[in-house]
C-alpha cells in the first residue's frame, strides 16, 4: 500500500477522500496495523488508472488482490479474530442501515426542492449517501466471507462438511441509539452524517478492470444440514409448496427475534436472520409476513440484503419465490441488492451459471444488473470473457431498451471493444 500511495497524487481523487474522512485509518493501514477493506485498495487502483493510465493498474491490480488476501489470512490467524469479525459486521450493518434511511430522506427532499441550487446540494450529499451504502454493502460481504473461511478452517474434521456456518456474536452489542463509529481505513469512506463535513465534490476516477475476486457465495452451495430451526433435506417434499411444520417454524423464528429485541440482543437476532437467509427459497415469503404482522419489518430488510449475498441460483430462486407470493417490491429490492457485486464477479456468476445449464437464472441476474448499474459498469463485465459476454450483453440490453442497448455500445466501444 505504501508503494501505491508512492505513486499517486494523494490530495486527490478517492485518496484525497480517504485522507480528508480517516486520517487515522489511513495511517493505521500504512503501518501494518490494520487491513484495508478490498474497496478502498480497489479505489486507489482506480486513482493510479487515472494518474498512470490503465494498463500500469492492471499490472498492479493482480499484484494487489493477492498481497490482500495473503493480509487478511495472517491477520484472521489471530486469537480472537472470530470475535472482532462478527462486531465488525455488526457495525457495518447498522452504517448501511443508516445510509439507506440517509438516502430515502434525500430522495425525498430532492423530490421537494424547487430551488436549483437546493437541489444541486442534494443531489451532492444523495451521491456521498450512495456511495457509503455501497461501500459498506461491499465491506460486510467481505467480512462475512472471511467468518465463513474461519469457520470452514475451524470446523473438525468429523464435522459434517455441509453445515450451514452460523456467525458467533459479542454478547455485548452496542446500543441500537447510539451506533459505536468504526474506526480504521477498513471503514475509510463512511461518513458520520450529523458531524462530519463533506468534501466539495465526489472524485470521477477513470476505472481500472481489477481481475474476478472470487467469494466463497459464488461456490456451489452447500447441502444443508439440519438445524434447530430448520427440517431435514431428506424430510422435505420434493415439490416447493410449504410442508406442514412451516407454520411452527416460521412461528418460531418470529418468537425467537422477539424475545431477542427486547432484550437489546442483537447480534444473536442478527445470527437468526443469517440462518433464515439461507432457508430453502419458499420459506421466506410467509416469514416476511409474519415479520411485518410482528413489528419486524426492519429485520425482514436485514434478512434480505442477507439474502441478497447467496449464489446467484439460489437469489434468482427466492427472487421467483418471492414474485410469485406476491411480494414484487421485495423481489427487485433483492435483485437490487444482489447485482451490488463488482462486475467482475457478476461477470463469472453469470458464466458459471451458463456453464451449469441455468441459462434463465443467468439473464435474469444480468437483466437487473443491467437495469440497476451503468452501461460503464456492464462494459468492465465483458473484460472476463468477451467472446462469449459481448453478445448477451447486448441482447439483454435490448430487452431493456433500444436506447439502453445504445448506451451499451458505446460504453464498450471506449473500453476497448468492437461492438
Not at 14 to 22: I, T
Not at 59 to 71: F, G, I, M, P, V
Not at 206 to 234: F, L, V
Amino acid at each position: 500500500m505504501r508503494d501505491l500511495l508512492g505513486r499517486l497524487d494523494q490530495a486527490t481523487g478517492w485518496c484525497g477522500v480517504f485522507w480528508q474522512r480517516d486520517p487515522d485509518g489511513m495511517r493505521a493501514c500504512l503501518d501494518g496495523v490494520e487491513v484495508p477493506p478490498w474497496d478502498v485498495v480497489q479505489a486507489l487502483l482506480h486513482d493510479l488508472a487515472a494518474d498512470r493510465g490503465i494498463p500500469e493498474a492492471e499490472r498492479e491490480t493482480h499484484r494487489a488482490r493477492t498481497l490482500h488476501r495473503a493480509s487478511l489470512t495472517a491477520y484472521d490467524s489471530r486469537p480472537g479474530a472470530r470475535e472482532l469479525l462478527g462486531d465488525r459486521l455488526d457495525m457495518m450493518l447498522t452504517e448501511q442501515r443508516l445510509a439507506l434511511e440517509r438516502e430515502a430522506d434525500l430522495s425525498r427532499l430532492l423530490s421537494e426542492a424547487t430551488a436549483p441550487d437546493d437541489a444541486d446540494r442534494i443531489s451532492l450529499d444523495l451521491a456521498w449517501v450512495r456511495d457509503d451504502h455501497e461501500r459498506a454493502t461491499a465491506r460486510c460481504a467481505e467480512l462475512q466471507e472471511r467468518l465463513a473461511r474461519l469457520e470452514s478452517a475451524d470446523r473438525p474434521t468429523w464435522a459434517n462438511p455441509g453445515a450451514t456456518p452460523t456467525y458467533p456474536r459479542p454478547d455485548a452489542d452496542p446500543d441500537p441509539e447510539q451506533p459505536r463509529r468504526p474506526r480504521g481505513a477498513r471503514y475509510a469512506g463512511l461518513q458520520n452524517t450529523d458531524t462530519h463535513t463533506e468534501p466539495t465534490a465526489p472524485p470521477t476516477p477513470t476505472p481500472a478492470t481489477p481481475p474476478t475476486p472470487r467469494g466463497a457465495r459464488y461456490e456451489p452451495p452447500p447441502p444443508e444440514a439440519p438445524t434447530p430451526h430448520a427440517t431435514p433435506d431428506h424430510a422435505k417434499p420434493d415439490h416447493t409448496e410449504p410442508d406442514h411444520t412451516e407454520p411452527d417454524h416460521t412461528t418460531q423464528t418470529v418468537q425467537t427475534l422477539l424475545h431477542l429485541r427486547r432484550e437489546g440482543r442483537t447480534g444473536e437476532a442478527h445470527a437468526v436472520l443469517v440462518e433464515a437467509a439461507a432457508r430453502p427459497p419458499h420459506d421466506l415469503p410467509p416469514l416476511a409476513a409474519e415479520l411485518h404482522r410482528a413489528g419486524l419489518a426492519a429485520d425482514w430488510a436485514t434478512l434480505l440484503w442477507e439474502a441478497a449475498s447467496l449464489p446467484p441460483d439460489r437469489l434468482v430462486a427466492l427472487a421467483d419465490a418471492l414474485a410469485g407470493a406476491g411480494r414484487a417490491d421485495d423481489c427487485r429490492k433483492l435483485l437490487r441488492q444482489g447485482v451490488t457485486r463488482p462486475a467482475p464477479e457478476i461477470a463469472e456468476a453469470i458464466l458459471a451459471l451458463i456453464d451449469a445449464g441455468r441459462e434463465r437464472e443467468a439473464r435474469a441476474l444480468l437483466d437487473s444488473y443491467l437495469r440497476v448499474r451503468t452501461p460503464e459498469d456492464a462494459a468492465r463485465c465483458a473484460h472476463t470473457d468477451p467472446r462469449r459476454l459481448i453478445p448477451l450483453l447486448l441482447e439483454t440490453a435490448r430487452g431493456v431498451s433500444e436506447e439502453h442497448r445504445w448506451d451499451l455500445v458505446h460504453a464498450l466501444r471506449v473500453a476497448g471493444f468492437n461492438a
